[in-house]
């Protein structure tokens, strides 16, 4: 099937990880700090908590923490409701315990990028709270998106725009004016416009950036600009996490938010090169996207094609080459990802019966009544990993899924906390399935969480998953995780994928090796098994290989394996 695969004479100029910037080739393990680890027995994860872990991280072989906001927050979003941007929440510890936290992370080689939430602020912010005091007209409602309402009272929204979560976009006052919230009542949106807003940032990344952060994710970086002619939508549908075509949508993804980045950038460069931003935008296109890493702009971009993407080797083929298209064009690293805090965990994802796993709108995301098969699940989720680390730029790993943590889907309603649930009217469950609490143990109270009950309560098939139970244990998916990152350091830089012939339902692709051999990876995306070409070894495979009918060694269905061949 594979024919020979021809040697390739290696460039003498290839460029090892050594040789750029941390953030091109970066594995950067995801902290969703309520569910991570809990240091205090309150039964939320903390900073503490994070400290206790950051050797297994290590151990791991992640090169970097994102960590979800960890500021004051009234939590009406899971912290996304930012009431100061230069504290840290109580509940998570201080500003010297995250001091501390990034001390110690960069003691173990782990570099850190935290959360910053630019569009919206909580409605309990200094800034917020003034604007409310100070009444319509003033400077201090200049900060946020005050209108009059429509109608003959004013009695009508400004415009037809509709949360992300759910219901109108706008809330009106005791006073008359409405404000704009494109996520929840308690996010009110910042104005933009307003240059005290920018200067604001501006210091806010200073702030971090002097404590030693070395990056930013950048929450809904594509909504921060609005059309100020305040326009309808129309009839379109809103829901979160949905691609929105630039630039003629009045809040998605329009040209002008591009000067804010640029702003962004330059803050950055003064700290150096090596401090870095990750855009969380959902836009229409690879296209789209790679405008936000333009080389004045954000470094990285995640591809959340990719997370869209069925688990079809012709559709994850075409969105591969489409994203390292586009990435190549502005000359950014592609950016990997399978789950975060907002989607379906993939390990559940592609156990739909009724799909091949590529939703992640709300509408898609998989509930108590959807058809699964978590074993395919589970077996699909470790291929599309192995698939992921083998590709060419940076990759993000979601805490648990190292674990092969699946969704819990039925969570009873009384404990579901995220706000998509009251906002859609009990019709969407929301995220809180992906935020279940870390089981770090086979038992104890919380699976070694903390010493509380946890938050989220965990299903007890999370024993099972837990660290304990996996370390050390070949052929688990920790074990797969670890073996993967530790075979992934060796590839080079180099931003393109070359793609071998394989059989239908099937992929192929040669990466280099500092050492002038070759990493194939092989990933089957149907029951079929593939014939591998030949090789020299076999660096890691989701499953056992096997044994066609004439020896030679085939990579069963649903599975993906590296070889290396010299
Ligand atoms: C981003 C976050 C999500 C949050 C929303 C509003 O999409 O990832 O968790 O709810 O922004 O801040
Ligand atoms: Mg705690």
Request: hydrophobic fraction near 40%; glycine fraction near 8%; aromatic fraction near 10%.
């Amino acid at each position: 099937m594979f024919g020979r695969i021809m040697p390739v004479s290696h460039p003498a100029t290839a460029q090892t990880r050594a040789d750029v910037l941390w953030w091109r080739t970066a594995v950067i393990y995801q902290i969703y700090i309520r569910s991570f680890a809990d240091g205090d027995g309150d039964g939320i994860g903390d900073l503490a908590g994070i400290r206790s872990r950051l050797p297994y991280l290590r151990d791991l072989g992640a090169d970097a923490i994102w960590i979800t906001p960890f500021y004051p927050s009234p939590m009406a979003d899971g912290g996304y409701d930012v009431a100061d941007y230069r504290d840290i929440e109580p509940l998570f510890g201080t500003l010297a315990d995250a001091d501390a936290m990034i001390a110690d992370a960069h003691g173990l080689g782990l570099r850190v990028i935290i959360d910053i939430v630019p569009n919206h602020s909580s409605d309990q912010h200094r800034w917020f709270q003034a604007a409310l005091a100070a009444g319509p007209g003033s400077p201090e409602r200049e900060r946020y998106v005050f209108r009059p309402g429509r109608g003959e009272h004013g009695e009508l929204a400004p415009t037809d725009w509709e949360s992300a979560f759910g219901g109108p976009a706008w809330t009106r006052l005791p006073d008359g004016e409405w404000y704009l919230h494109l996520f929840a009542p308690e996010q009110p949106d910042f104005n933009w416009e307003n240059p005290e807003v920018v200067t604001e940032f501006e210091d806010i990344l200073r702030f971090w950036l002097d404590r030693g952060v070395d990056g930013f994710r950048i929450d809904v970086a594509n909504s921060l600009k609005k059309d100020q002619s305040f326009p309808d939508v129309g009839s379109e549908a809103e829901a979160v996490l949905v691609p929105h075509e630039g630039p003629h949508h009045p809040f998605w993804d329009r040209d002008e938010v591009h000067e804010v980045y640029r702003g962004w950038r330059s803050v950055s460069d003064t700290f150096g090169a090596d401090r870095t931003f990750v855009a969380e935008a959902w836009v229409d296109s690879p296209d789209r996207l790679a405008r936000y890493t333009r080389a004045d702009e954000l470094h990285t971009a995640f591809n959340f094609a990719f997370v869209r993407a069925p688990w079809d080797a012709a559709e994850l083929r075409a969105t591969i080459d489409k994203c390292l298209a586009a990435a190549a064009v502005v000359g950014a690293p592609a950016t990997w990802v399978l789950s975060n805090h907002d989607v379906t965990r993939h390990a559940t994802r592609y156990a739909r019966l009724d799909s091949t796993g590529g939703g992640v709108t709300d509408e898609a995301r998989v509930g108590p009544n959807t058809p699964l098969d978590p074993a395919l699940g589970l077996r699909r989720a470790r291929a599309a990993t192995l698939l992921m680390l083998a590709l060419p730029g940076s990759a993000y790993v979601y805490q648990g899924e190292e674990l092969g943590l699946p969704e819990v889907v039925d969570l009873p309603e009384d404990v579901l906390a995220d706000p998509i649930w009251e906002r859609s009217e009990h019709r969407v469950r929301g995220r809180d399935g992906c935020r279940v609490p870390i089981p770090w143990t086979t038992d104890g109270p919380s699976l070694g969480f903390g010493s509380g009950d946890p938050w989220l309560p965990q299903p007890a098939s999370f024993a099972g998953l837990s660290v304990q139970a996996e370390q050390g244990v070949a052929g688990s998916t920790l074990e797969l995780y670890r073996s993967a990152l530790a075979h992934r350091r060796a590839l080079t830089v180099a931003q393109t994928v070359d793609w071998l012939p394989s059989p239908e339902g099937s992929l192929a692709f040669r990466r280099l090796t500092a050492d002038g051999s070759s990493v194939v990876c092989v990933v089957a995306c149907t029951d079929a098994a593939v014939p591998l070409p030949a090789y020299d070894e076999v660096l890691v495979a989701s499953t056992a290989l096997e044994h066609g009918p004439d020896g030679e060694t085939r990579l069963p269905g649903e599975a993906a394996v590296w070889l290396r061949l010299r």
